[in-house]
């Protein structure tokens, strides 16, 4: 249990980190300044720093949405997309691509196709009322392989042309991303939201019953836990699309580092996982620029190594 | 009365735990719930920790319902041992018993100090003082019970419900535990009521007995007079002897 000055400490190591991503972000890219101010401006206020910010907001929101599903589920493996929200959001982004709908069209389908998976798995799960978390976890992995056999379909019938945006889409990219305030503003939300349960979900993370002896409002918190999660991905998803890895493996990253506390695990996870993805889509616009790399194989690319290193040394006596 | 139960009825689907069952535990008094596995220990404890819903009848925990109490002010009065001892995540010890002063603590304080200090308390008590850093699922079957048990004390209720709280123990700990739990309920007034599998733990640490033999009947009542050998075979459904002499200060029953 890490004391409450530690707790701090490390926030503002992680905040300082986050500064510094979000700084780097905004001075690294494929065109050079010479001296020329007012371009120099229009790039970093008008392209890089929004496109940082929407970064830091979808990887803080992929972070939190990955530690509460893995405490609701109370399984490490879960991620934000285990329940089938990025698929259904996946279905609906990739329809209105399908379509041809430009501008709201994409982002609009995509989180509408999000609340629809959300709300087809709570109803299906819920169904008897008892909502255990082997039968709300099958449900969702149901509902996801359902909707990837519709992304598959649709990847077949889809145009030539359209193949590229959709693969961008599914794989996760950052350049459609031009207005960060809506995914920073659901990120806020959904933090304040979960923050006052932080020691609540530490119990629901034990075992439902136990923490139900203990005083927690156990259906309620897990369906308010529930919907948080659903749709703090969603907001992600729909901002970023299908961004991997952030959300399986941030919060394990900050487990191993400072322990399982929610308390100083959710807001630790919020800031290094948008670092992480703020500093993952840098890396993915500058690497082989002027092509840019999808961010969801960066994230990965840069996860891995990091996981299994801290995964290896936390299992030494 | 600090537990109190009027023509409580319980049932798991079509199969009937008890019918009518008038129970009630004062201050100190220990209750041994004993029968076959299946015979529905577990469901009834649950139901007299508030945990699920009875059938029918009236539950009184310090003179009010669960639901007038409310989640919390119940936490702080009535302490529930489940057998569930799954951790998907890592914790230390010492986190895993300060889970029981939660009821205890407000929305935005932390652990304090003298929580640490009656956690540490009780994790002495159950033997466990040079472990309160270890992961909890690194231990033993028998040190995570201890754990447990150490995590209900730590949450200091007047009414301790615990279901198997032997399970796992090796002979020292079960007399420990039991010792422990006896001496709390004398010293502190504490009610408690232990589902257990020795009717000789019975008779020897508990005051009163609720035998449930699996088709909704049920007899409860002092030890003395509730355990004897036709009774246990019934229960048991296997002849048991009971043995008294000299050298035993209770009487002891062993299977035929």
Known sequence: ?317 | MILEARRLSVSIGPHAVCRELDLALAAGERLAILGRNGAGKSTLLATLAGLRPADGGELFIDGQSYADLGLRAAARVRGWLGQDRSDPFASTVLEAVLTGRHPHLSRWSWESPSDARIARAVLADMNLADMESREVRTLSGGERQRVAIAALLAQQTRLMLADEPLAHLDLNHQIATLELLSQRARRDGIAVALVLHDPNFALRYCDRALLLFGDGAHAAGPVDAVLDEDTLARLYGHPVRRITGADFPHAVFVPK
């Open chain 1, 1 to 317: 249990m890490p004391s409450r000055r530690r707790a701090l400490l490390v926030l503002l190591s992680l905040a300082i980190l986050a500064v510094a991503s979000l700084a780097l972000a905004a001075a690294v890219g494929s065109i050079a300044f010479d001296g020329d101010d007012a371009l120099a401006r229009q790039v970093i206020f008008d392209l890089r720093l929004p496109r940082a910010l929407a970064a830091f907001a979808c990887g803080g929101l992929l972070a939190l949405a990955g530690s509460l599903m893995q405490v609701l589920l109370r399984n490490p493996l879960a991620d934000p997309y285990v329940l089938g929200v990025s698929g259904g959001a996946a279905v609906g982004a990739l329809t209105a691509m399908l379509l041809g709908l430009a501008g709201f069209g994409v982002p609009g389908f995509a989180f509408a196709g999000a609340l629809a998976a959300m709300l087809l798995v709570f109803g299906l799960a819920h169904g008897d009322g008892s909502w255990t978390q082997t039968r709300l976890l099958l449900t969702g992995v149901v509902v996801a392989a359902g909707a990837g056999s519709v992304v598959a379909l649709i990847l077949t019938l889809a145009p030539q042309q359209s193949l590229p945006g959709m693969l961008f889409w599914l794989m996760g990219d950052l350049s459609q991303a031009v207005n960060p305030l809506p995914a920073l503003g659901v990120l806020v939300a959904a933090f304040a939201v979960a923050l006052p349960f932080a020691r609540e979900l530490n119990l629901l993370a034990r075992g439902f019953e136990s923490a139900l002896a203990l005083g927690v409002a156990v259906p309620l918190l897990r369906r308010v836990i529930y919907v948080v999660a659903s749709l703090a991905t969603a907001t992600a998803v729909t901002t970023a699309g299908s961004i991997g890895f952030v959300g399986l493996i941030v919060p394990h990253l900050i487990r191993l580092a400072v322990g399982n506390d929610q308390r100083l695990l959710l807001p630790a996870a919020i800031l290094a996982g948008g670092s992480l993805l703020v500093l993952a889509d840098t890396a993915a616009r500058t690497i082989a620029a002027p092509v840019q790399l999808p961010v969801g194989v960066l994230t990965a690319l840069i996860g891995v190594p990091v996981f299994l290193f801290l995964l290896g040394r936390s299992q030494r006596p």
